[in-house]
């Protein structure tokens, strides 16, 4: 079975700064993605990045990147010179053989 | 432009009664699938489908009924709903292969559901 884990309930950054969310994944699957997604306060659900378990190379998209170890089934997303808005709830989300199964979330709050 | 429709985006129901909850999605995607949120938990699959025809359990399927006859329309069924069935429900569509890769999985805009 897949499994998602995020550890930090909650964190705080400072407006400008940089910020890394952590997630950690359990699978026997040996193709496999890992998604991020934002929740902002509204609900809707958007899609941020993507990184594929062959890719050799860490995804980036604009201020985001994805900081992937294999070895460690790590996939951290990486948000540089935070805003305002990106104050919400941040998902990861893996797909294997099944549909995304996500971890608990980790809500950010930035600070000006 | 609409990409998945999700309705009602309110409910309340009464200990018992049944409903459906609707989804639709204009972009022809092959993988559709129910979440429900809940405070702490994240999102959790109920049901999925992989095509017309096709459909599937997910983590929590218990209390949950699901067909899926054209690719466009995923309904989620209430039989019987039970305050523990209150939360908010996500319907969410998918390409499949590479598409996914570049789009992810396109979400609904959810439906706030309150069982009394």
């Known amino acids: 079975a897949q499994k998602i884990t995020q550890t930090q309930p909650g964190m705080f950054v400072q407006e400008k700064e940089a910020v890394t969310l952590d997630c950690t994944y359990d699978?026997?699957?040996?193709?496999?993605?890992l998604f991020w997604y934002k929740q902002p306060s509204s609900g809707e659900m958007i899609f941020l990045i993507y990184q594929g378990s062959y890719d050799q190379q860490n995804a980036t998209e604009g201020r985001y990147s994805l900081n992937f170890q294999k070895a460690r089934k790590s996939a951290n997303l990486v948000i540089s010179a935070s805003q305002l808005g990106d104050s919400a709830m941040y998902f990861c989300a893996m797909f294997g053989n099944t549909p995304l199964v996500f971890g608990k979330g980790t809500r950010l709050s930035v600070i000006a | 432009n609409a990409g998945v429709t999700q309705t009602p985006k309110f409910q309340v129901l009464k200990t018992g009664q049944s409903m459906t909850l609707q989804c639709a999605q204009d972009m022809n995607h092959e993988y559709m699938s129910w979440y429900r949120q809940d405070p702490g938990m994240g999102l959790r699959l109920i049901h999925y489908?992989?095509?017309?025809?096709?459909?599937d359990q997910g983590e929590v399927p218990n209390g949950y009924n699901v067909s899926r006859s054209t690719t466009e329309d995923f309904p989620l069924r209430l039989l019987s709903a039970a305050p523990s069935q209150t939360s908010v429900y996500f319907c969410?569509?998918?390409?499949?292969?590479?598409?996914?890769?570049?789009?992810?999985?396109?979400f609904g805009s959810g439906t706030r559901l309150t069982v009394v």
């Open positions: 699978t026997s699957d040996p193709s496999y993605g």
């Open positions: 969410a569509s998918s390409p499949a292969g590479f598409s996914l890769i570049n789009y992810g999985y396109t």
């Open positions: 489908s992989v095509g017309a025809g096709i459909t």
